[in-house]
């Protein structure tokens, strides 16, 4: 069964403008990852954010987390045409040395050039 | 380095067929899944190995999905007696450590049960 829950399902924005994308979720974690997966192809890791973190940046990418709130967002800064894609946020819990890993059903990005 | 490769890539089957999907982790990789992935939807945990050991399989939707990894490679996913209700994206993916944290997806295999 899917955990987190992506917020809007669908995201259009013009090239240039920013990119936000919120993840809910409802059990304990040990970190939370963000996924990005273009039509017809696999997913791609992007970043990782642990239960003992708040706030993450890579490039123009920029996770915070909320433990208290369950809940992440993503943004993506000064967005272009190549990031549209769908993203996923998946939570992450330890089990028996398994990382138990559940993705929401992700947003549709869509950059307009 | 090579990634994750899945094939087939798209497999068209009639409803009963047998069919088994290929997935090649990353070289040395331990820790390999396998997900499936509905239209529209986030891919869903199946199965989990550790080396040659499948440790987990809690996600198999039933006893007509079977998975090996016989040498702690190469792995097959196997669905006997197909419906429609299997059409989707599996899709697998491997770790460089034991539990998984960071994990590589293939490309996946739509399957297409009419």
């Known amino acids: 069964s899917q955990q987190g829950e992506e917020d809007p399902q669908a995201l259009s924005i013009q090239e240039g403008e920013n990119a936000t994308m919120n993840c809910s979720y409802k059990t304990s974690i040990n970190n939370l990852q963000w996924y990005r997966q273009n039509s017809g192809r696999g997913l791609v890791h992007l970043i990782l954010i642990r239960s003992n973190e708040r706030e993450k940046h890579s490039g123009r990418l920029r996770v915070t987390l909320d433990t208290s709130k369950k809940s992440s967002s993503l943004l993506i800064t000064a967005s272009r045409a190549a990031d549209t894609a769908s993203y996923f946020c998946?939570?992450?819990?330890?089990?028996?040395?398994?990382?138990?890993?559940?993705f929401g059903a992700g947003t549709r990005l869509t950059v307009k050039p | 380095g090579a990634g994750v490769s899945q094939s087939p890539r798209y497999k068209v089957a009639k409803r009963g067929q047998d069919v088994a999907l290929r997935c090649d982790p990353i070289?040395?990789?331990?820790?390999l899944f396998w997900y499936q992935q509905a239209l529209g939807q986030g891919p869903e945990f199946l199965t989990y190995f550790q080396n040659e050991a499948q440790l987990d399989k809690s996600g198999l939707p039933s006893d007509r999905f079977f998975a090996e990894r016989p040498e702690g490679s190469v792995s097959t996913l196997k669905i006997q007696r197909t419906q429609q209700e299997d059409s989707a994206v599996y899709l697998c993916?491997?770790?460089?450590?034991?539990?998984?944290?960071?994990?590589?997806f293939g490309p996946g295999t739509r399957l297409l049960v009419l």
């Open positions: 070289s040395g990789h331990v820790s």
């Open positions: 993916a491997s770790s460089e450590d034991y539990g998984g944290e960071t994990q590589y």
């Open positions: 998946a939570t992450v819990l330890v089990l028996n040395n398994n990382n138990d890993m559940r």
